[in-house]
């Protein structure tokens, strides 16, 4: 990533949501490369990666905060666990009109690149085929179906994004990523029955991605923005799998992984972890390895690897991750 990071050297960049997971993230690599005196952070929150404490939705402050910006990373969300703490309103003000705040300001100051993240969760029930179905091969082609206020608010989002380059022709991109967040799994079931770490690494064959390879997603996307146009890609670590796998996989995905890992099964003994037994669902990440010449570093495979040489759950997570920790979801 090093060469690709020194390409925005120079650069005035702005990150949205600077004190949640992934925009201190963005910070933290940034400032690593010595870029501290023109990267600016805005949260709700202060953190010592925020400049600017205020609301996106703030069209004075945002307007403000974007003087002199060339590229936004627009992190700033309510996430999908906030739908137990805030109000439907509340994700329309956050998830839409924030983002349409940022885009006017973006056009205001004629903006180089505008990167929204996204998520895999706007895809909503095209996730889980029916029963005695195959696991769902999800690509950028899929049509999402919102099955929240979250998945809704995104969705809607994404649509501002490319109404906005399709008008003033504002370069953006979308990145949908998949889960990257430390915290236990929401399925209260799922989390009773496996430890932290065994879902989360099993999450790698399908629907999981580190915050090293999220960040580096988002400085390809930056690069190639202006480029492309507009374009949405899904940012999810590389699965091993083919479609060809999908039936075994909904209904005996032990049986598949050991095909392609047949030393999983030892490791995962030494730690005391077990297999789900059936996926519903794998992201594929080829249009953005493509177009974005982005290139993941962690995966399941690479994860076997640290586990056999380390013998340690921590492992599991990259230093950038480590120093970032749990955060909680904010109840602001």
Known sequence: MDSYIETLNGKNILVTGSSGHLGEALI???????????????????????????SITD?????????????????????K???????????????ITGTLTLLEAAIQQKIEAFIFTSSTSVFGDALVPPNGSAAAWITEEVVPIPKNIYGITKTTAEDLCQLYYRLYKLPTIVLRTSRFFPEEDDNRELADSFSNENIKVLEFLNRRIDIEDVVSAHIHAAIKAKEIGFSKYIISATAPFQPK?????????PEVIAQYYP??????ATFDWKCLTSF?????????????????????????????????????????????????????
Request: net charge neutral; hydrophobic share 35%.
């Open 245 to 253: 796998d999908l039936i075994t996989l909904r209904l005996n995905a």
């Open 81 to 95: 666990p906030h739908v137990a703490t805030h109000t439907r309103q509340a994700f329309v003000d956050t998830n």
């Open 280 to 332: 519903d669902r794998v992201y594929v990440n080829t249009k953005a390895r493509n177009e974005l010449g982005w290139n993941p570093k962690h995966s399941f495979e690479t994860l076997l690897h640290k586990f056999e040489e380390e013998q340690v759950v921590t492992a599991l997570w990259s230093p950038l991750a480590k120093e970032i920790g749990w955060k909680r979801y904010h109840r602001k």
């Open 28 to 54: 933290r690599t940034f400032h690593s490369f010595d870029m501290i005196e023109n990267v600016k952070g805005i949260d709700i929150l202060p953190s010592s990666y925020t400049n600017y404490v205020g």
């Open 263 to 268: 030393q999983y099964i030892n490791i995962f």
């Open 59 to 79: 069209s004075t402050f945002v307007n403000e905060c974007m003087k002199d910006i060339q590229i936004v990373f627009h992190t700033a969300t309510l996430h």
